[in-house]
């Protein structure tokens, strides 16, 4: 049995973790006060479909601190991207205490393992994916909403125990994959990540209603186009994830023969059943208030990675700068909320300004 320690306990961290501790391991929850005060004395309730719901009590703690005499074999990070240095930081000097300790990044965006190799060494680096539909309907209370989806790992570095690792999340019931190349297995994750998720938390509108708007679903489907892009030219494939055919997805967008609408009609099936009513990560993030978002990670992380290539990505930019300028105070929200036309009009400058330096 592995001993665990999770930093970020919020949806994945805490799903994750009584997962692993309901099979046996020893898993302890690093997190906010409050939440793990919480835990600690009510345990998180885990609901899989069509089984009875299981309260499991993981060991909890709030500061790095309280592990000073712990070793681990595993570091399993599930905080967001801007908090990484952050989070790295903390846990340099308690992953010095065991050589054997690796850092599993199971973080959405580009740039996570990249950060944790520049504080930790690459050869703690593990790079991670999860793809399982979970929601928190209640504090304590995570659902699996679908019984789909997985993990996936994939070694920074040789010699790295990713199989060890593996094998624990198989048995504890996370289906996990790993993968040979972990830039492939990120930035595939990456185009499942930006799929209405920006354009609805700048419109504060429902993935279905983005959908809805075939302007709006063509904007979705280039910024997709523009991620497929720079992967090829980066030279990084697409690889399907456990549930998910990101291959198959960036083959679509790519493929100039086909027309907006027909390939619209293609997608229309994978967007609804993707996210379904569940409102995406950026406007959470928007919505709560928080100055600090993932966009960069994620539709930004395109964007730099076209400038590097020569690779045009206005849509990218507009969304990742519209984002930015939001929640930057350098542009009001309510001039965007339901306004599917006021955005638009930022991705049409955009493209026009790429148009006008080529």
Same mark, same amino acid.
């Not at 493929?255 to 619209?264: D, F, H, I, Q, T």
């Not at 930019?317 to 542009?331: E, H, P, W």
């Given at each position: ?55 499991? /009590? ?61 504080? /930790? ?114 030279? /990084? ?122």
């Amino acid at each position: 049995m592995l001993n665990i320690l999770i930093m970020g306990a919020g949806a994945i961290g805490g799903f994750v973790g009584s997962t692993l501790a309901a099979a046996g391991h020893t898993v302890t929850l690093l997190g906010r006060p409050a939440p793990m005060q919480r835990i600690a004395a009510e345990g998180l309730s885990l609901a899989w479909p069509d089984q009875p719901a299981r309260t499991v /009590v993981p060991n909890t703690v709030s500061d790095v601190s309280e592990l000073a005499d712990s070793a681990f074999d595993f570091v399993l990070l599930t905080v967001k991207s801007p908090a990484t240095k952050t989070a790295a930081r903390q846990l340099a000097p308690l992953l010095a205490e065991s050589r054997q300790t690796c850092m599993v990044s199971l973080q959405n965006g580009i740039g996570n393992e990249e950060t944790l190799a520049q504080i /930790v060494g690459a050869e703690r680096v593990i790079a991670g994916t999860i793809t399982i539909p979970i929601q928190t309907p209640a504090p304590g209370a995570i659902e699996v909403s679908k019984a789909k989806g997985g993990i996936g790992l994939a070694a920074t570095s040789a010699g790295q125990p990713v199989e060890a690792l593996a094998a624990a999340l198989n048995q504890a019931g996370l289906p996990t994959q790993t993968y040979a190349d972990f830039r492939a297995m990120k930035w595939s994750k990456l185009l499942l990540n930006i799929v209405n998720n920006a354009a609805s938390a700048i419109l504060d509108e429902p993935p279905a209603q983005i959908i809805r708007n075939p302007a709006l679903f063509n904007l979705e489907i280039r910024a997709l186009a523009e991620g497929a892009a720079v992967m090829r030219a980066l030279g /990084v494939p697409a690889v399907n994830l456990p549930g998910y055919p990101a291959k198959w997805l960036a083959r679509l967008v790519s493929a100039g023969w086909l027309p907006p609408p027909a390939k619209r009609a293609i997608l229309r099936p994978f967007m609804v059943s993707g996210r379904g009513t569940k409102m995406p990560s950026l406007h959470i993030d928007l919505s709560s208030g928080r100055t600090a978002t993932e966009i960069d990670a994620l539709n930004g992380a395109i964007v730099a990675a076209g400038q590097k290539t020569g690779v045009p990505t206005p849509a990218n930019r507009a969304l990742t700068d519209t984002l930015n300028g939001i929640t930057a105070g350098q542009l009001d929200w309510q001039d965007f909320r339901h306004r599917p036309d006021r955005l638009l009009e930022q991705v049409k400058a955009e493209k026009q300004g790429v148009e006008s330096r080529e």
